[in-house]
């Protein structure tokens, strides 16, 4: 599997409420790289850990006490439409209602329990690089829109010292 330094750097949130479930996670993804990890059992906690850390993609589980994955995501999507951020929902339920449940509720990715790591890995893999792209053309976007408002101030600018030299000019006697 390629290595890709840029990704190890970014941030994953693992939201499981077996504590066994998230070390394996952290455990197997350290293995491969990645050292900016978070890890919540809580559900009730997801949320408000999910603000504070500003994941780039969040490992789900779906069937937690609480708060279940289906309530997190709903959360998560019902706020910022404008950020990509990629949802991959690992769970033990393999029914086609929670698969289409949790793609419907905007789940980026679906993964069974127990699932093939390499598998899992290569999807995590995809799924920050496309984070990473999205962030690039937000960046970019920004950086354009910038550039536009500068420029359109500026030929403001311009245009208000033309008026008021055609005005000048205007009001001088001609000799």
């Given at each position: 599997m390629i290595s890709d330094p840029l990704l190890h750097r970014m941030k994953i949130l693992i939201i499981d409420d077996e504590r066994v479930n998230v070390v394996l996670l952290q455990h197997l993804l350290q293995q491969h790289g990645y050292s900016?990890?978070?890890g919540v059992t809580d559900s009730?906690?997801?949320?408000?850990?999910?603000a504070a850390f500003d994941p780039d993609l969040i490992l789900l589980d779906l069937?937690?006490?609480h708060m279940d994955g289906f309530a997190i995501?709903?959360?998560l999507?019902?706020?910022d439409a404008e950020t990509f951020l990629p949802v991959v929902v690992?769970?033990?339920d393999i029914s086609d209602e929670a698969k289409g449940r949790a793609l419907e509720a905007g789940a980026t990715d679906f993964l069974v329990k127990p699932f093939n790591q390499t598998e899992a890995l290569l999807r995590i893999r995809n799924l920050l690089e496309t984070?990473?792209?999205?962030?690039?053309?937000?960046n970019q976007r920004a950086a354009l829109e910038e550039a536009v408002r500068e420029r359109t101030a500026e030929l403001r600018a311009?245009?208000?010292e033309l008026q008021a030299s055609n005005q000048r000019q205007q009001a001088s006697p001609i000799l």
């Open positions: 900016r990890l978070q009730r906690a997801a949320l408000d850990t999910c069937l937690m006490p995501l709903e959360a999507r019902s706020g690992l769970t033990a984070r990473r792209l999205h962030l690039l053309l937000d311009m245009i208000v």
